[in-house]
């Protein structure tokens, strides 16, 4: 039998990965894909602190989620300078002093845009005055000497590209970061800040990070095509599964200790509650069941079966979502074309 796949790279040529060899454990192997065109390689799955770090998990479960995250083979854990107003940078900083990694063997993020304070050059920004302080704070917070990868956390039409590209390629060569990137901005924004940076030798965008899930698709799969190709843009995508709607616990009323549940985010409980999405989750019930998989892990392994996913950066309140959410890589080779049809005319058609 074959075991080698065809996984198209997101730039230029073919990649083949070899899917015969096997940790010699339960969990499938962890696949590391290369973030776009750079030589940066992430596990196919990652963990990420929205929501969870600073409202539902303090630092020693953080340091359970993160460690089941490692042992499964995750090398990339994802933050941002406004999840819990700094708070969850501390608490994933204290997480790693304990786990005491070697710094080399994980890569992490944080992200700028929204800010931490109410200043006008402190929120809502990419200038370069608010990027190049908001980092020692990010560094601080996470007690390292560098982030991996920086993201601009959103696009910011009140400061030029330019600009924040020059800011971006400054911190990097100050060694505070190794890559940087950006979260849902528009593909043209993407290809501006590309070319302005090859126009004046800067550190290009490597990455963005775009919402990517069985009810989101339209931005990975059509508007971005061009940048995997042309300018050889990797991603990191979140909410695989559209903030737990996609793992079916709300189809019998909204589970407490759920994030439907916390103050402050009624916006996102509507969304996750909604019962058209809530219906489509149920009615994906049976795919999962004859696959052997629970729906969570029916609903990640969909999003790592798209070759321009670099890592599917997961979130998870509690050790045990990790572990499970962990082993939908044994289920992304079950997910044939005649599997993702049907599972396609449940959740929605592709765009
Ligand atoms: P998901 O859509 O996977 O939602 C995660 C939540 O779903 C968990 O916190 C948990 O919530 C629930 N859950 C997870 N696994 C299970 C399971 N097996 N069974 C039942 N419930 C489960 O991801 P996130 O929305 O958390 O996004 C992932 C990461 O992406 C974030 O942490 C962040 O790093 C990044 N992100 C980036 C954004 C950006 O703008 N760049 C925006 C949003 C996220 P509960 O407490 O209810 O159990």
């Known amino acids: 039998m074959k075991a080698a796949i065809l996984v198209r790279a997101p730039f230029v040529s073919a990649i083949r990965v070899d899917?015969?060899?096997r940790r010699p454990s339960?969990?499938?192997?962890?696949?590391?894909?290369?973030?776009?065109?750079?030589g940066l390689k992430l596990g196919e799955l990652s963990l990420g602190s929205w929501v969870t770090y600073g409202n539902q998990v303090d630092a020693a479960i953080a340091r359970e989620c993160m460690a089941a995250a490692r042992d499964a083979g995750a090398n990339f854990f994802d933050n941002a300078e406004t999840y819990a107003k700094g708070a969850a940078e501390s608490i994933m900083g204290e997480a790693l002093r304990?786990?005491?990694?070697?710094?080399?063997?994980?890569?992490?993020?944080t992200k700028f845009f929204w800010g931490i304070h109410d200043?006008?050059?402190?929120?809502?920004?990419?200038?370069?005055?608010?990027?190049?302080?908001?980092?020692?704070?990010?560094?601080?917070?996470?007690?390292?000497?560098?982030?991996?990868?920086?993201?601009?956390?959103?696009?910011d039409p009140e400061t030029p590209i330019e600009e924040t590209v020059q800011a971006l390629d400054?911190?990097?060569?100050?060694?505070?970061?190794?890559?940087?990137?950006?979260?849902e901005w528009g593909a043209g924004e993407i290809a501006a800040a590309w070319e302005i940076a090859e126009r004046h030798h800067l550190h290009k965008p490597v990455v963005e990070q775009p919402q990517y899930n069985l009810f989101h698709r339209e931005r990975v799969e059509r508007e971005y095509a061009r940048l995997y190709v042309d300018y050889g843009i990797g991603t990191t995508t979140?909410?695989?599964l559209a903030s737990g709607v996609l793992s079916g616990k709300y189809a019998g009323g909204v589970p407490a200790g759920s994030r439907a549940t916390l103050k402050g985010y009624e916006w996102l409980s509507e969304r996750i509650t909604d019962p058209q999405r809530v219906a489509r989750v149920?009615?994906?019930?049976?795919?999962?069941?004859?696959?052997?998989?629970?729906l969570a892990q029916l609903a990640i392994a969909w999003c790592v079966r798209n070759p321009n996913v670099s890592t599917v950066i997961t979130g998870a309140s509690r050790p045990a979502?990790?572990?499970?959410?962990?082993?939908?890589?044994?289920?992304?080779?079950?997910l044939t074309p005649d599997v993702v049809a049907r599972i396609d005319s449940i959740a929605g058609a592709p765009p």
């Open 282 to 294: 149920c009615a994906l019930e049976p795919v999962a069941r004859e696959l052997g998989c629970t």
């Open 26 to 38: 339960k969990v499938a192997a962890m696949n590391y894909r290369r973030l776009g065109r750079s």
């Open 238 to 240: 979140w909410s695989p």
């Open 321 to 334: 979502q990790v572990v499970e959410n962990m082993k939908a890589l044994e289920v992304v080779p079950k």
């Open 98 to 109: 304990k786990l005491a990694w070697r710094r080399e063997s994980y890569v992490v993020s």
């Open 170 to 183: 400054d911190i990097i060569r100050a060694g505070k970061a190794l890559y940087w990137g950006t979260s």
């Open 119 to 155: 200043g006008p050059n402190e929120r809502n920004t990419l200038n370069r005055k608010y990027l190049l302080e908001a980092i020692d704070g990010s560094l601080a917070r996470l007690g390292l000497e560098h982030v991996d990868i920086v993201f601009c956390h959103r696009a």
């Open 19 to 21: 899917v015969r060899w």
